[in-house]
């Protein structure tokens, strides 16, 4: 299957370009057979049996549930790391550690997003830069936790990181106990969605320059719709994170694949952490 997900539609292995130990495959989306071999289609479609099929990862580099938790471990605490190291380097929001929290704030956002769509496009994926990606991202939330915390009070970081760490157990809860199938058509709906949602903050950062204020991240219903929308968006992409670890582990994986989902699984917890704290927000101003 080649994923719709940006960030697995590089995965040469996820993608049909390399086999998985012990499995009778099939041609997947009108993918000719070449040279009288089958042509390796989508995970979910491959049959037990028996076949010669080369370039297999050995036993011992396949990717597992466990190394995706290390991996995914690894890049949490990365992120975690900076944002209190940001936290505590900002001190008290006043009129001179302000230029500060904005400095942090726009150096962690730009450089994580830059190392976002490298990430997300990367062939080959890169440990060091998707712990660089963890790094700068953990810079962003730190000082967008700190101006928050310094705006609404009460509480608000802290009931935002336990609220995210609930929707991915429940998220999880759901996946498996429901058997819930990831298919195309939502792959594409979620992926466009996201994008979507990009690209009006983008433009809304860019209109905000000139004096103009669309209302996407205001405290209105507006900003709410907004935030509750792409806290959704967020719950959705998880669930594409967990269907490419299924069939990514089912499939025998190249063990380095764990780092992009590692990365796949990071940005979607930020994703939600972020909307979720916007909806505190609000709700805390009213």
Not at 198 to 227: E, H, N, R
Request: zero cysteines.
């Amino acid at each position: 299957m080649k994923s719709t997900n940006p960030v697995f539609a590089r995965s040469e292995e996820f993608n049909g370009q390399s086999n998985a130990y012990g499995n009778q495959t099939y041609p997947g989306y009108g993918q000719a057979p070449q040279g009288g071999q089958p042509a390796y289609g989508d995970p979910s479609t491959w049959g037990t049996g028996v076949s010669n099929m080369p370039d297999v990862a050995a036993p011992e580099r396949r990717m597992t549930i466990d190394s995706v938790v290390q991996k995914t471990a690894i890049s949490l605490a990365v992120v975690m790391a900076t944002a209190f190291a940001t936290w505590w380097y900002i001190g008290d929001v006043n009129e001179v550690t302000a230029s500060r929290l904005y400095s942090a704030l726009m150096i962690g956002s730009l450089g994580a997003f830059a190392l976002s769509m490298v990430n997300s496009f990367k062939r080959v994926i890169s440990p060091a830069l998707v712990v660089a990606f963890a790094a700068l991202e953990g810079v962003a939330l730190g000082a967008l936790s700190k101006y928050f915390d310094a705006s609404f009070g009460d509480g608000i970081v802290t009931n935002a990181v336990f609220g995210t760490f609930a929707a991915f157990a429940g998220t999880l809860a759901a996946y498996k106990f429901f058997d819930i199938q990831v298919g195309d058509k939502f792959r594409r709906g979620v992926i466009a969605g996201m994008f979507g949602m990009v690209g009006l903050g983008l433009l809304s950062l860019v209109l905000s320059f000139a004096g103009i204020d669309l209302g996407f991240f205001g405290t209105g219903a507006l900003g709410l719709l907004f935030a509750v929308v792409g806290l959704v968006l967020g719950v959705f992409m998880l669930m594409l994170d967990f269907d490419f670890v299924e069939k990514g582990v089912a499939a025998g994986l190249d063990e380095r694949e764990s780092w992009r989902a590692a990365f796949g699984l990071t940005v979607s917890l930020v994703w939600i952490y972020t909307n979720l704290l916007r909806i505190l927000a609000i709700f805390s101003s009213d």
